[in-house]
């Protein structure tokens, strides 16, 4: 659902892909911002940007993807699917 989320995801579009109820997607946007996952304490600060990121490079029909390296990553237009 974390994934989803920064993939530039809305609540609705994660909701349909997980058959999770909107609020527990809500919660866990919540608790991923408050720090309460210690797998992402690294980028509790740059969640917001991270999404806005994800969220205008979607718009813009482009999407991040790593690269061979596992410390890289490239972008790319076009569909995710």
Do not use: C, W
């Not at 304490?41 to 813009?60: F, Q, S, Y």
Request: charged residues 20%; negative net charge.
């Amino acid at each position: 659902m974390v994934k989803l989320y920064f993939e530039g995801l809305a609540y609705d579009n994660i909701v349909e892909k997980t058959g999770v109820a909107k609020g527990t997607v809500a919660a866990i946007v919540e608790a991923l911002r408050a720090g309460e996952f210690p797998q992402f304490e690294h980028v509790t600060d740059l969640v917001n940007e991270l999404r806005e990121l994800t969220v205008g490079l979607r718009k813009a029909d482009m999407f991040i993807y790593p690269s061979s390296s596992e410390t890289s990553f490239s972008i790319a237009s076009g569909s995710l699917a």
